[in-house]
């Protein structure tokens, strides 16, 4: 059974860091896409940065391009999302997910992804 655990979530004033965590269990993130997705109050959940288990490459939101950068430890089978100069845009709920089917096209797709965290506040206060 996969299980993804979020967490690293919290409260942060604007211009400061958090660095989230997603721990991996039932699932190789060797053979995985892995990716970060966020839901603030009142939109649609959207993608944040994944990490292509075939090549590597590693796609950004626009809106975090310079500021967050993805990660991850095979062997600790755990995701990170390294979050800096955050911006009060920044509150959301934060979801892990993965997918072994996810091809390079579909990084961005929430719909490609098999599984998911149940997801970690962070609240950036201006």
């Known amino acids: 059974q996969v299980q993804l655990v979020e967490s690293g979530g919290g409260l942060v004033q604007a211009g400061g860091s958090l660095r989230l965590s997603c721990a991996a269990s039932?699932?190789?993130?060797?053979?995985?896409?892995m990716a970060w997705f966020r839901q603030a109050p009142g939109k649609e959940r959207e993608f944040v940065a994944a990490?292509?288990?075939?090549?590597?490459?590693?796609p950004y939101a626009d809106s975090v391009k310079g500021r967050f950068a993805i990660s991850k430890d095979n062997a600790k089978k755990t995701v990170f999302l390294q979050m800096n100069n955050l911006k009060p845009e920044d509150t959301a709920v934060y979801y892990c997910?993965?997918?072994?089917?996810?091809?390079?096209?579909?990084?961005?797709?929430?719909?490609?992804?098999?599984?998911w965290g149940q997801g970690t506040q962070v609240t950036v206060s201006s």
């Open positions: 997910a993965a997918g072994e089917r996810v091809i390079m096209s579909q990084l961005g797709s929430q719909s490609a992804y098999d599984h």
């Open positions: 990490i292509s288990q075939r090549t590597g490459s590693q």
């Open positions: 039932g699932v190789s993130l060797i053979r995985s896409a």
